[in-house]
């Protein structure tokens, strides 16, 4: 199973911008698909963003399209979420998950906490 940590979470002000990194460590990470989630206080936990193990295919939620941008670098075992014009409604602690491309088991990170300050 492969292990991911987040991080780059903090405070930032309303139309600030946030970048997340995810690294991965235990398995060939070339094999996942990985993605962003987020949980804001009292919701369930949403999708963000996507990026296929090769790291040629992505797709956004709604809410964050246009202004966020996943990559993933498979020589750095890293994937990383770029954020602008953050809202309030983009608190939330974010999450990394991995899932393998073939065999479908996923893994979750921690969590990294953003709160945005009006």
């Known amino acids: 199973q492969v292990q991911l940590v987040e991080s780059g979470g903090g405070l930032v002000q309303a139309g600030g911008s946030l970048r997340l990194s995810c690294t991965a460590s235990?398995?060939?990470?070339?094999?996942?698909?990985m993605g962003w989630f987020r949980q804001a206080p009292g919701k369930e936990r949403e999708f963000v963003a996507h990026?296929?193990?090769?790291?040629?295919?992505?797709r956004y939620a709604d809410s964050v399209k246009g202004r966020a941008i996943i990559s993933k670098d498979n020589t750095k075992n890293m994937v990383t979420l770029r954020m602008d014009s953050l809202q309030s409604e983009d608190t939330a602690v974010y999450y990394c998950?991995?899932?393998?491309?073939?065999?479908?088991?996923?893994?979750w990170g921690q969590g990294t906490q953003v709160t945005v300050s009006s």
């Open positions: 998950r991995a899932e393998h491309y073939a065999y479908g088991t996923i893994s």
């Open positions: 990026i296929n193990y090769r790291g040629d295919s992505t």
């Open positions: 235990g398995r060939p990470f070339s094999n996942y698909n």
